[in-house]
């Protein structure tokens, strides 16, 4: 099909026009074509530097609030990918709930000798436990920066972050949670420490004997999106545990958000673009709600598996470029294989072996250690939701 650009530069030679108007015709089409290529040009110049401009703001925001804690902790803890850090308003007390350890702190500064802190870390508790996302996500700073307002956004349902891992008897109902919270610190033995900056802090810590099944509330909307987007739900979950360990305020520096830690600069411009028919900015507020961040990580696999990596003929070869490439993108897998970022040259390559060799070729050409060790991790946790 001849696109809009094509017919730009070749529609109009193909035209009748009569002799005596086509060259001023043509030289006025030239013109208007140059003014169409110029403002092509300025706009994809002005979408670059917007999110380029988005991802440095995030990255000062990140910055500005690590030397907030620093000043008061000594410490730069704000949470990563599988750990949420939730803090008082006076960033005094705060919550570190480990999903990948399935653990959760409480830490608050003691003020002095007279000081007595259990009531606020009880408090502090509570307030985590009975939390959802919105509630987080309000006092996340780095949720404050604004996106595209265009992008579509779903309430979140509500996340017991800690009352799941420490209540999971009663999820749902918040006063029972809260009363087993209370009391679980008034009877913990509450330790003194001492914080890297030589502050005296209050802590209590919970081992979580029996946690719930990781991922079961994700698990619907798992399945919706996987199936509307053609994909093995066992290997969207598989790539949620190792992008987050199912954390839904996950962060990183990239930057990257949420459960299949979307980096907005990238992966977000292809899913958006897919979903929406044009490239929209997708802020950490939009990729922090699970809902939104699983259509978006289902998206990007069908991307990768239907568009980047369709070439490749035998599903299990293919699956495991679509990991690798989730995690260092489609040229580096190809690059693998030829020396070349092109997928359609490497996928040449990849249906003459068995997929066993496509495996181990992976594994010991993929460019870092990170995306090789990602491929064996992923690939583990895939065979165990299949």
Not at 351 to 358: A, L
């Amino acid at each position: 099909m001849l696109t809009r650009r094509g017919f730009l530069y070749t529609g109009a030679a193909s035209l009748a026009l009569p002799t005596w108007i086509k060259a001023d015709a043509l030289a006025d089409f030239d013109a208007y074509r140059q003014q169409v290529d110029d403002q092509f040009n300025t706009h994809v110049q002005q979408e670059r530097e917007r999110f380029a401009n988005y991802a440095n703001t995030v990255r000062d925001a990140f910055a500005k609030r690590q030397q907030e804690v620093r000043g008061l902790w000594g410490d730069e803890q704000i949470g990563d990918k599988t750990t949420l850090v939730d803090y008082s308003d006076d960033l005094q007390t705060r919550t570190i709930i480990d999903y990948e350890k399935r653990s959760i702190r409480v830490e608050t500064l003691v003020r002095d000798n007279s000081d007595t802190p259990r009531a606020r870390l009880a408090q502090a508790l509570v307030i985590a436990s009975t939390s959802d996302i919105e509630d987080f996500t309000q006092r996340d700073p780095v949720a404050a920066i604004p996106g595209d307002n265009s992008t579509p956004r779903s309430r979140s349902s509500r996340n017991l972050a800690a009352g799941a891992l420490l209540a999971p008897e009663t999820p749902n109902d918040q006063d029972a949670v809260i009363q087993t919270l209370t009391q679980k610190v008034r009877s913990t033995s509450v330790q003194t420490q001492t914080a890297a900056n030589g502050q005296t802090i209050a802590v209590v810590e919970f081992e979580v004997d029996n946690p719930p099944k990781r991922g079961k509330e994700f698990l619907p909307y798992v399945m919706k999106y996987a199936r509307e987007e053609q994909i093995e739900p066992a290997l969207a979950l598989a790539i949620m545990e190792n992008e987050s360990a199912f954390n839904p305020m996950a962060k990183s520096h990239i930057p990257a958000f949420g459960l299949m830690q979307i980096v907005p600069t990238s992966a977000g411009r292809d899913t958006t673009k897919k979903l929406y028919g044009e490239e929209r900015l997708l802020s950490a507020a939009n990729l922090y709600n699970p809902e939104e961040n699983i259509r978006h990580g289902c998206a990007y696999l069908n991307i990768l598996q239907y568009r980047y990596l369709r070439q490749i003929d035998d599903p299990v070869s293919q699956r495991y470029c679509v990991i690798s490439a989730y995690n260092t993108g489609a040229g580096n897998v190809a690059r693998a294989f030829t020396g070349s970022t092109s997928p359609a040259q490497a996928a040449s390559v990849i249906n003459r072996m068995p997929s066993d060799q496509v495996y181990n070729r992976l594994l010991a050409n993929l460019p870092y250690e990170e995306t090789q060790n990602y491929l064996r991790k992923v690939n583990k946790s895939y065979l165990k939701y299949s």
